[in-house]
């Protein structure tokens, strides 16, 4: 959903509920971390792993992430196989 705002992506996560979120954190109206805050206190959508991917590098904003709820933190630029790999080792495969 790129260019979506946060409140778009929470409403499509209670909707299609995904086995996996891909979390921008810059968005508008609803950042990625308040994003996440939000879907993690859905008791229906607390257990989809959230992958935080952001061009923050940052000091302090892996931490950020993983304390709004995420599971993982890929900072931008990423090789693809980053982000498999990631993604991959949260869904178990």
Do not use: N, W
Request: hydrophobic share 40%; net charge negative; aromatic share 4%.
């Amino acid at each position: 959903m790129k260019g979506s705002s946060g409140e778009t992506g929470v409403a499509r996560a209670k909707s299609d509920r995904p086995d996996l979120i891909l979390m921008d954190i810059q968005m508008p109206v609803l950042d990625g971390y308040e994003a996440t805050r939000r879907i993690k206190a859905d008791p229906d959508l607390a257990a989809t792993p959230v992958i935080a991917v952001s061009s923050f590098a940052m000091k302090g904003d892996e931490e950020k992430a993983r304390a709004a709820g995420c599971d993982h933190y890929v900072s931008k630029p990423y090789s693809p196989m980053q982000l498999l790999c990631v993604i991959r080792g949260t869904l178990g495969e």
